[in-house]
């Protein structure tokens, strides 16, 4: 599986930035795609995720009513769409995959990812 993210850049507080990842390597495979980000000297953290079928989602409380995580298999990406963004949302933004065909979207170990992409820098700033 090979993941390649976009659209990262810089921001001004209360902006909106929409972040996309290219996925190849799927297959036929149930893969649950999430999207974690790491601040600098902070853990890397998970930020939202959506099952393989694209029809379950979950966004971390951090980011709950300002993200949101939406999937098309047609074209083997995953969107994060990022509203009213705040100056403590900059980091490296990283899309990951895990194998599974869980319905339900929810929380993971930085363990459980099977694929990382290389992160795209997202920089909260006025």
């Known amino acids: 599986v090979q993941l390649v993210e976009s659209g990262g850049g810089l921001v001004q507080p209360g902006g909106s930035l929409r972040l996309s990842c290219a996925a190849s390597?799927?297959?036929?495979?149930?893969?649950?795609l999430h999207w974690f980000r790491q601040a600098p000297g902070k853990e890397r953290e998970q930020v939202a995720a959506v099952t393989a079928r694209g029809d379950n989602t979950y966004v971390a409380r951090s980011v709950k009513g300002r993200f949101t995580i939406s999937r098309d298999n047609a074209k083997n990406t995953v969107v994060l769409r990022m509203d009213n963004l705040r100056p403590e949302d900059t980091g490296i933004y990283y899309c990951?995959?895990?194998?599974?065909?869980?319905?339900?979207?929810?929380?993971?170990?930085?363990?459980?990812?099977?694929?990382w992409g290389k992160g795209t820098l997202v920089n909260v700033s006025s």
């Open positions: 390597g799927l297959a036929s495979n149930g893969y649950l």
């Open positions: 990951a995959a895990e194998r599974s065909w869980a319905i339900v979207a929810g929380p993971i170990s930085i363990h459980d990812v099977d694929s």
